[in-house]
C-alpha cells in the first residue's frame, strides 16, 4: 500500500513552526543561562565583598564597654554580624569548635544552621573556601572565612550562605513568561503561516483540481490568474500549455476526420468496382487499371501524411552545402516532366548555403505541381532565388488565376484547396497536402512559406529561410562578393558550371 505523504500546505507550516520555535527557543534558552552565569558571578562577588568586610572589621572593631579590642573570635563575629546586616536572599552563621553558635537576625528560607551535617562540612573546611549545598530551598553559594583572635584557642569561623535558586525566582519567571509567549508567538505563526500557505497554494490546488477535470473531450477550462508572482506564473504557463494542447487535440481530431475522409472515397471507389466487377476481360482489365490507380493514390496520401508527421522529428532535416544557382535550375529540370508550360529561370543567386537540398527540393516540386495544377498549356511557370538581408528566398511564379486574399493562409492548411484547377493534379493526390507540406519543410528550416500576387498577374509562392553560410560555422574561406546577400542586378557576373547548366536548359 502506498504511504500517503503530507500535504505541502502541512509541510510549509511544519517547517515554518520549527523555524519561528527554534528561532525563539534559542534566545530564550539563551538568556536563561546567560542571566544564570550572570547571578553565579554576582554570589561570589558578594561572598568575596563579605570576607573583606569581615577583615576591615576585624582590624578597628572594639567591645563598647570598655574599648578595647575583642578577647576572643566569637564575640567579634557576634559584634560583626550585629552591625551587618545580610541582604535579600543571604545569612550569616558562626561556628565555633564544629557547633553553630550565633546567626544573623533576617529571616531565610532554610535554617541551615540547624543541619549538623552541613555545619560538620562547614566546620572542616581548611582555611577560606567557597563551594555548593544542597538545601530545601535549592541550591546555596557558601563560603567559609575562618577568624583568629590571638590567645583565643577556639576554631571560630564564619558562614555566609546566598540560597542562589531562590534569588533566581525572578529570572525563573520572566523565562516563563518568555516561554509562555514563545508558546502564544508560535501558536499565532502556525495559524499565520497556514492561512498564507493556503492562500499561496490555492491556486496549485486549482491546477491539480483542474488537470483531474481535463480529459481529451474538454480542455476549454483555464485557470483564473490573479497577481505576478511565481504561482501567477505558473498558472499562466499551464494556461499556455492548455491552449497547446486543445490546439494540438483540436487539429489531430480534424487531422484524423480529414483522413478518414480522403482515403474513404478511394476504398469506396475500389470496393464498388470490384463488386461491380463483370466476367469480360476488357471489363477485369479497366477495373484493374482503376483499382490499381485508386491504390496509387492513396499510397501517395499515405506517403505525404508520413512526410507531415516526420517533418516533427529531430531528424527531418539533413543540412549541407547547397548552391542555390545549381538548386533551382536542378527543380526546374525535373518540373519539365510536370506538364507542357512555358518553364523559365529567373534571378538567382550564386550563393551556396546551409539547407537540406533535397527537402527544398521536394518543396519547390510541390510548387511546381500546384502552378501546374491551376495553369493551362503554354503559360508561364518561372522560379528563382535570392539572398537579402540574411535571408534566403525561392519562390514559384505562375501566370494563373492568383490566389484570394482570402485563402491565402488557409490554402497551407492540410487538406486545404482553393481556386479553380485548370488542369488534372500532376501530382495525382489532389487533397491538399502539398503546400502543408511546403510550409512544414520551411519552418524545420527556422523559416516560412506564403503567397502574394504576381506582377502582371498570377501567384508567387515564396519560401523564406534564415541564411547560413558555410564560412559561419568554422570554414576558413569566405563567401565572394556576389554571395554575401546583394545580388541588386539579381544577374549572374560569372561564367561557371551552374551558368553552364542554366543556358542548356534556357532561360525563355
Known sequence: MRRRTPSARSRIVGWMLLLVGAALAAPTFGITVIWQAQLDR????????EADKLRRFAKTAREPSSGRPFPDAASLLTAFMTVNLPSREETFFSI?????????????????????????????????????????AGKVR???????????????????LEFRDRQLREERQVGKMLLVTAGGALLCAGLASWLVAGRVLAPIRLVRQTAEQIGESDLTRRLAVTGTDDVAALA????????????????????????????????????????LMDEEEEARAETRALVVDELDRMSRIVEDLLLLAKAERPDFLTFGETNLTDLIVDVVAKARALGDRHWRVAAVSEATVLVDGQRLTQGLIQLAANAVRHTRDGDLVEMGSAVREG?????????????????????????AQAGRVASPDPAGTGIGLGLAIVREIAQAHGGTAWVEDAGGGGARFVIDLPAHFPWQRGHHEQPDSHSGGRDQDLRL????????????????
Do not use: C, K
Request: charge should be positive; glycine fraction near 8%.
Open 142 to 160: 557558601y563560603g567559609v572565612i575562618p577568624v583568629r583572635v590571638e590567645g583565643d584557642p577556639h576554631d571560630v569561623r564564619l558562614a555566609v
Open 236 to 275: 499562466h504557463t499551464f494556461n499556455h500549455m492548455l491552449d497547446r494542447l486543445e490546439s494540438a487535440f483540436t487539429t489531430q481530431r480534424r487531422f484524423l476526420d480529414e483522413v478518414a475522409h480522403e482515403l474513404r472515397t478511394p476504398i469506396t471507389v475500389v470496393r464498388g468496382h470490384l463488386e
Open 96 to 136: 565555633v569548635d564544629g557547633r553553630a553558635d550565633r546567626r544573623s537576625s533576617s529571616e531565610v528560607p532554610a535554617r541551615l544552621d540547624r543541619d549538623e551535617a552541613v555545619v560538620a562540612r562547614l566546620a572542616e573546611v581548611r582555611g577560606t573556601e567557597i563551594g555548593w549545598l544542597d538545601s530545601p
Open 42 to 49: 554576582q554570589v561570589d562577588e558578594q561572598l568575596r565583598r
Open 493 to 508: 557576373r560569372r561564367e561557371g558550371p551552374a551558368q553552364q547548366r542554366l543556358r542548356h536548359h534556357g532561360r525563355r
Open 391 to 415: 535571408r534566403v528566398v525561392l519562390w514559384v511564379r505562375d501566370s494563373g488565376p492568383g490566389v484570394g486574399p482570402e485563402d491565402r493562409e488557409r490554402i497551407f492548411g492540410r487538406f
